[in-house]
C-alpha cells in the first residue's frame, strides 16, 4: 500500500496497522482547483498589468477626488465655517447645529413631509415595475411588445425639469386638466395635492426604466416550468406566482433593500420645482431646505448638518431593513 497511505505503530507490543488519511493527489481537489485558478488569474494580471492600469486607474482616481475627498467636508457641520478660515481653521463647536436643528419647530415637519413623500413613493414606485414587467412577459408578438416598451420608456429621458414644467402647465387654472374638467382649480396651490402630484408624476417616469432588470430576469425564467405548469393545468396567475416571481425574487429582495436605504434621499430638483408659497407646507422636505439653508442663507455649517443627519438616517435604514430582510428570506440579501 501507498506509504502515504499506511504507517504502523506498536500497541502493547502488537503491531496495529494505523492510516494517514491524506489523498493520494496531495490535497482536496477543489480546494487545489480554487487555488490554481486564482494563480492562474493573478498570472494573467501580472501579465496584462498595463490593461488594468489603464482601464481601472482613472475611474479610481476620479472615485477619490469626487466622492472621497469631498467627505472630508462633513466637519463643517461640527464647526462654525467661515470661508476666511478654512474648514481646518474654523472654530469647533461640536453638535451645536445638530441641537439647533432638532429643536427646530421645523423639524418634525421636515422630517415627515419627506417621509411621507418617500413612502408614498415606495408604496407605488416599487410594485409598478414588477407588475408592468410581469406584463410585458405575457406579449408574445416581439414588434407589439418592443413599440410597447419604447412608449414606456421614453420618460425616462425627459428631464426632471421640463416633466415639473408640464405639470405646472397642465395644471394651472387654465390647463388642460381644468379645461377637460370644467373647473379652474389651481392645484400648485393645494397643499393637499402636493404629494399626489409629485408622487403620480414620478411613478409616470419611472416606472417603464425601473421594469428593465425584471424584464430581463424574466427572459431567464425556466421556459420548462412555465410549459410543465400549463400542462398541469396552471392559470395565468398561478404561473406567476409559482414560476415568474420565484425567477425575479433575489433582484426584487435587492430593489427593495435600496429603495427602503433611499427613503430619505428624496430628489430636491422636482420638489423645488413644483413649490410654491402656498404648497409650502408639505412641499418643504430635507433636501430643499438644506439648499435653501446653504445656498441662498449662506449657512454652510448648518446646511451640512442637515445634511449629515439624513445621510445617517439613510445608512440606519438601509442596515435595518437588510437585516429584516436577510432573517425573512433565509440570509439572502446584500
Not at 418592443?146 to 420608456?153: A, D, M
Not at 430581463?216 to 410549459?227: G, I, K, M, R, Y
Not at 446646511?303 to 430582510?325: K, P
Request: charged residues 15%; aromatic residues 12%; proline residues 4%.
Amino acid at each position: 500500500m501507498n506509504n502515504k497511505m499506511k504507517g504502523e505503530i506498536s500497541l502493547n507490543g502488537v503491531k496495529s496497522t494505523r492510516f494517514n488519511f491524506n489523498r493520494l493527489d496531495g490535497g482536496d481537489p477543489i480546494i487545489n482547483k480554487k487555488n490554481s485558478k486564482i494563480h492562474s488569474k493573478l498570472k494573467y494580471i501580472k501579465k496584462n498589468y498595463q490593461l488594468y492600469l489603464f482601464f481601472t486607474l482613472p475611474p479610481l482616481i476620479l472615485l477619490i477626488i469626487f466622492k472621497y475627498i469631498p467627505m472630508g467636508g462633513v466637519l463643517i457641520a461640527f464647526e462654525d465655517y467661515s470661508a476666511i478660515s478654512g474648514v481646518f481653521h474654523s472654530q469647533w463647536v461640536g453638535l451645536k447645529h445638530f441641537e439647533r436643528f432638532l429643536s427646530s419647530p421645523d423639524f418634525m415637519t421636515l422630517l415627515m413631509n419627506t417621509l411621507k413623500v418617500s413612502l408614498y413613493g415606495l408604496l407605488w414606485g416599487f410594485p409598478l415595475p414588477i407588475i408592468l414587467a410581469l406584463l410585458l412577459a405575457r406579449i408574445k408578438s416581439e414588434g407589439i411588445k418592443k413599440k410597447i416598451q419604447l412608449i414606456l420608456y421614453a420618460p425616462n429621458f425627459i428631464s426632471v425639469i421640463v416633466i415639473s414644467g408640464m405639470i405646472i402647465v397642465f395644471l394651472s387654472p387654465i390647463g388642460p386638466v381644468n379645461q377637460f374638467f370644467g373647473t379652474a382649480t389651481n392645484f400648485m396651490a393645494m397643499p393637499s395635492a402636493f404629494r399626489t402630484i409629485y408622487v403620480a408624476s414620478s411613478v409616470w417616469q419611472a416606472t417603464g426604466w425601473a421594469s428593465i432588470i425584471y424584464t430581463a430576469a424574466l427572459s431567464n425564467a425556466s421556459q420548462e416550468l412555465t410549459e410543465a405548469a400549463v400542462i398541469d393545468g396552471a392559470n395565468i396567475f398561478q404561473q406567476i406566482l409559482n414560476v415568474d416571481l420565484p425567477a425575479i425574487k433575489p433582484i426584487m429582495v435587492i430593489q427593495f433593500i435600496l429603495s427602503a436605504g433611499n427613503i430619505m434621499s428624496v430628489g430636491f430638483e422636482k420638489a423645488l420645482a413644483l413649490q410654491t408659497d402656498l404648497n409650502l407646507p408639505t412641499s418643504e422636505i430635507l433636501p430643499t431646505y438644506v439648499y435653501k439653508m446653504g445656498l441662498l442663507n449662506g449657512d454652510y455649517s448648518f446646511s451640512t448638518a442637515v445634511g449629515l443627519f439624513n445621510s445617517v438616517i439613510n445608512i440606519v435604514l438601509l442596515i435595518v431593513v437588510n437585516s429584516i430582510v436577510k432573517k425573512l428570506n433565509e440570509g439572502e440579501g446584500i
